[in-house]
C-alpha cells in the first residue's frame, strides 16, 4: 500500500472500494456476507462459510461474491448471513447452518425465492 | 431566550420532505427581514407522525403549519413572523393536530456507531474509507483548528458511552488546557460489564472508526500517543484492531507528518487481564503502566494527571466511534438524534429471557418497554416479565411500572432508572429478587479489589446478610443494615465500583420491598427460588 497523500487520493480509493461494496462493475450478480463476529463463530459461521463456497462451486455459480463482515448484532440467531442479489432488496438469514446454506444457496440464488422459514429481516438497514 | 421560537421537525421522514433546505431558507429569510435577534430556531426530531409535510412550530402562538416548499417558508415569515398574522391556508386544522402532536413516538433503529458493522469487511480500510472513513479525519486535520474540533464534540453535547455520562468535549478541553511535554488519548475497551458486548461488536465489525476518532481527539488535546486497552479474552478484537492500526499505518493515517499535515501520533494496544475493576479508568491507567490494576485516589482527574502523570484523555469504544460521524457532519447532525440532554443514540444489549437477545442501537430517550418487546421480540415462551436490571451489574433494578420511563442520562435523576452502560437484562417471573441481590453483591465481593475498606467489607458483609436471607433465617433488621452498607460503601469507597454498589442494591431493596419482607419468616421462598434450609416443608407452589 503507498502512502495517502491527499484528499484526491483518498477518493480514488473510496470510488474504488465502493464499487466493490455496492457490486458495480465488478460483473458480479451479487453477493453473500457471512456474519463472522464471535459470537457468529461461536455458533459455526466457519462450517458456514465453508458450506456456502462448496454449495456456490457445486452448483457451478461464479457471479456471486462471498464476503465475510462482523456481526450484525442478532447474537440469538447466529450464524447469520446476508444474501444481496442485484435490484434487489437484501435479505438476511438466521440460524444458517452447513445444510441450511445450502439450502438458501439452491432456492435463493439458483430459485429467486426467499427461504421463509430461516428469514430474519428483509430490507435496507 | 429570544421571544419567538421557530421549531421545525427535522426526523428521516422530514428530510426527505426537504426539512434541510427549509430551515436553511428559514435562516435566511429572517436575516433578510433583521428578525435574527428575535427568532430562535431549533431543530428537533419528530413532531408526531405526518406526511403532508414538514412540522414547523411557532411558539408562544402555538401555531403549527405544515410546510411543503421554501415559498411557504417565506410565507411564514413574512406574514406570521414579520407582522403576527398567522398564515391560515398552511395551518395544520386542529382536529388533525391533536393526532399529530399525541400521536405514540415509534422509536427506530438509528445506526451511528453501528453504521458500518455487517455492512463492510472490517479488515478491509478500503471498504472503510468506501463509507467516508477517514474522511473526518482529513476534515479535521486540514479544515479545523484543535479548538474547532473541541467546540464541536461540547457543542454536539456527546456524552461518555462507558457508564458515567461525562460530557466529552468538556473531557477534551481539560486535557487540551493542560500543559505538558506529552499527553495521551486512551480507549478503554476493557468491557467488563457481564452482559455488554457492544464494544466487542464495533472492534471487530468497524476498528477503524476508533481508531480515526483517537487520532482526531489527539489532534485536538495535542496528545502524541494513544494506547488502546483491550480485555484479553476479546481475540478477534485484537485481532482486527491490530490488522487495522497496520493498515492506517500504512497509508499514512498514523505515524509521522500524518497526510502531510505535520501532526503525528502513534497508537498501540495493550492488553488487560479481564479484572473489573481495570475498567475502572484509574486502575486501567495503572495497568498501561505495568502495575497493578488498582484505582488511584481522585482527584487529580486523568486530564489533568493520567498515564505516567500526564494530562490523558480516556474515553469508552462507543464514545470514540460517534467521534467521525459528527465531525463529517456537524454538531446539529448528531442533536436531532436523542433528547435535549443526552442527544445521539446509544447501543444498547439485550440480555436474560427475552426472545431476541442481541445488540441494538437506537436513540437516547427509548423506553424499556420499547427495548424489550419492540427490539427484544418479549419474552421467551411467553412469560410475564417481572423485573428488570437497566444500565448493567451497577444499574438499577426495576418492576414493570417503570417500564414506560425514557433512558437518558437524567433518566436515573428524574426517575431512578439507570442507562449505565447500556444493558438491558430481563427477567421473568421465575426469578426471586432475594436471589438475583445475592447473585450481584456476590459479584461485586468477587470483583472488589480490597484496596479500601468500606468496599471490601461491606460487599462482603452485604452478601453474608443476603445468603442468610436465602436460607429462609432473614431478621427484620436485615433490611435496614443492607440499607445501610448500600450508603456507607457508597460515601466511603474509594472508586467507582465500591461507590456504585448502592445503585442496584438500594433500587431493589426499594422496589421490591414486599418480596424480601415476604421471605422473613416465611417456611419457603415464597418465589420458589431460595432453598430454605429450615425447615424442611417442600413447598412447590409459587406465590
Ligand atoms: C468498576 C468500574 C468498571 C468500569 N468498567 C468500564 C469498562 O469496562 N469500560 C468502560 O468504557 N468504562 C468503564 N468504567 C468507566 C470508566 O471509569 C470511565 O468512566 C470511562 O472509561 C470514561 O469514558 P467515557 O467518558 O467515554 O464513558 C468503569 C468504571 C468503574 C468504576
Ligand atoms: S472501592 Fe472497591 S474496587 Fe474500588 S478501590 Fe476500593 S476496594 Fe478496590
Ligand atoms: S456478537 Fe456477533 S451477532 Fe452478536
Known amino acids: 500500500m503507498s502512502k495517502v497523500k491527499s484528499i484526491e487520493d483518498l477518493m480514488k480509493i473510496k470510488e474504488k472500494a465502493l464499487k466493490e461494496l455496492q457490486l458495480r462493475d465488478t460483473g458480479k450478480r451479487g453477493k453473500i456476507t457471512v456474519a463472522m463476529g464471535t459470537c457468529g463463530i461461536a455458533a459455526g459461521a466457519k462450517e458456514t462459510l465453508k458450506a456456502v463456497v462448496e454449495a456456490l462451486a457445486e452448483n457451478n455459480i461464479n457471479d456471486i461474491a462471498v464476503v465475510q463482515s462482523g456481526c450484525m448484532g442478532l447474537c440469538e440467531v447466529e450464524p447469520t448471513i446476508e444474501v444481496r442479489l442485484e435490484g434487489q432488496e437484501p435479505v438476511v438469514y438466521g440460524h444458517v447452518t452447513p445444510e441450511n446454506a445450502k439450502r438458501i444457496v439452491k432456492l435463493h440464488i439458483l430459485g429467486n425465492q426467499i427461504v421463509s422459514d430461516l428469514l430474519v429481516r428483509k430490507g435496507e438497514m | ?543
Not at chain 2, 354 to 363: C, H, L, M
Open chain 2, 1 to 543: 431566550m429570544k421571544p419567538i421560537l421557530v421549531l421545525v421537525s427535522v426526523d428521516s421522514n422530514s428530510v426527505l420532505l426537504g426539512a434541510k433546505q427549509f430551515v436553511n431558507y428559514l435562516r435566511e429569510a429572517l436575516e433578510k427581514y433583521n428578525l435574527k435577534d428575535s427568532v430562535d430556531v431549533l431543530e428537533t426530531g419528530s413532531m408526531g407522525v405526518y406526511t403532508q409535510g414538514v412540522v414547523m412550530a411557532v411558539f408562544p402562538d402555538d401555531v403549527y403549519y405544515s410546510v411543503r416548499s421554501v415559498a411557504d417558508v417565506e410565507k411564514i415569515v413574512s406574514e406570521h413572523l414579520l407582522k403576527g398574522r398567522p398564515v391560515l391556508s398552511l395551518e395544520i386544522p386542529r382536529e388533525r393536530l391533536k393526532l399529530v402532536v399525541e400521536k405514540e413516538k415509534v422509536t427506530e433503529e438509528v445506526r451511528i456507531v453501528l453504521r458500518n458493522i455487517g455492512v463492510i469487511d472490517p479488515r478491509s480500510i478500503d471498504q472503510y474509507i468506501a463509507r467516508d472513513g477517514y474522511f473526518a479525519l482529513h476534515k479535521a486535520l486540514f479544515e479545523m483548528k484543535p479548538e474547532q474540533v473541541i467546540e464541536t464534540i461540547k457543542e454536539s453535547g456527546l456524552r461518555g458511552r462507558g457508564g458515567a455520562g461525562f460530557p466529552t468535549g468538556l473531557k477534551w478541553q481539560f486535557t487540551a488546557k493542560a500543559q505538558a511535554d506529552q499527553k495521551y488519548v486512551v480507549c478503554n475497551a476493557d468491557e467488563g460489564e457481564p452482559g455488554t458486548f457492544k464494544d466487542r461488536l464495533i472492534m471487530e465489525g468497524d476498528p477503524h472508526s476508533v481508531i480515526e476518532a483517537m487520532i482526531i481527539c489527539g489532534y485536538a488535546v495535542g496528545a502524541t500517543k494513544g494506547y488502546i486497552y483491550i480485555r484479553g479474552e476479546y481475540y478477534g478484537s485484537v485481532e482486527n484492531i491490530q490488522k487495522a492500526i497496520k493498515d492506517a499505518y500504512d497509508y499514512g493515517f498514523l505515524g509521522e507528518n500524518i497526510l502531510g499535515s505535520g501532526f503525528s501520533f502513534d497508537l498501540t494496544v495493550r492488553l488487560g487481564a479481564g479484572a473489573y475493576v481495570c475498567g475502572e479508568e484509574t486502575a486501567l491507567l495503572e495497568s498501561i503502566e505495568g502495575k497493578s490494576g488498582r484505582p488511584r485516589l481522585k482527584p487529580p482527574y486523568p486530564p489533568t494527571n493520567g498515564l505516567f502523570g500526564k494530562p490523558t484523555v480516556i474515553n469508552n469504544v462507543e464514545t470514540f466511534a460517534n467521534v467521525p460521524q459528527i465531525i463529517l457532519n456537524g454538531a446539529n447532525w448528531f442533536k436531532q438524534f436523542g433528547t435535549q440532554g443526552s442527544p445521539g443514540t446509544k447501543v444498547f444489549s439485550l440480555v436474560g429471557n427475552v426472545v431476541r437477545r442481541g445488540i441494538v442501537e437506537v436513540p437516547m430517550g427509548v423506553t424499556v418497554r420499547e427495548l424489550i418487546y419492540k427490539f427484544g421480540g418479549g419474552l421467551v415462551g411467553g412469560k410475564q416479565l417481572y423485573m428488570v436490571q437497566t444500565g448493567g451489574t451497577a444499574g438499577t433494578f426495576i418492576g414493570v411500572d417503570k417500564l414506560d420511563v425514557p433512558l437518558h442520562y437524567e433518566s436515573f435523576r428524574d426517575h431512578g432508572v439507570s442507562i449505565g452502560s447500556g444493558v438491558i437484562l430481563a427477567m421473568d417471573e421465575d426469578v426471586c429478587p432475594v436471589d438475583v441481590a445475592l447473585n450481584t453483591m456476590e459479584f461485586f465481593e468477587h470483583e472488589s479489589c480490597g484496596k479500601c475498606t468500606p468496599c471490601r467489607e461491606g460487599t462482603r458483609l452485604a452478601v453474608e446478610i443476603l445468603r442468610r436471607m436465602s436460607r429462609g433465617q432473614g431478621k427484620r433488621e436485615d433490611l435496614d443494615t443492607l440499607r445501610q452498607i448500600a450508603i456507607t460503601t457508597q460515601e466511603a469507597s474509594l472508586c467507582g465500583l465500591g461507590q456504585s454498589i448502592n445503585v442496584p442494591l438500594l433500587s431493589i431493596l426499594d422496589n421490591f420491598r414486599e418480596e424480601f419482607l415476604a421471605h422473613i419468616g416465611a417456611t419457603a421462598c415464597p418465589r420458589g427460588v431460595c432453598r430454605f434450609e429450615k425447615p424442611v416443608t417442600k413447598v412447590k407452589t409459587r406465590v
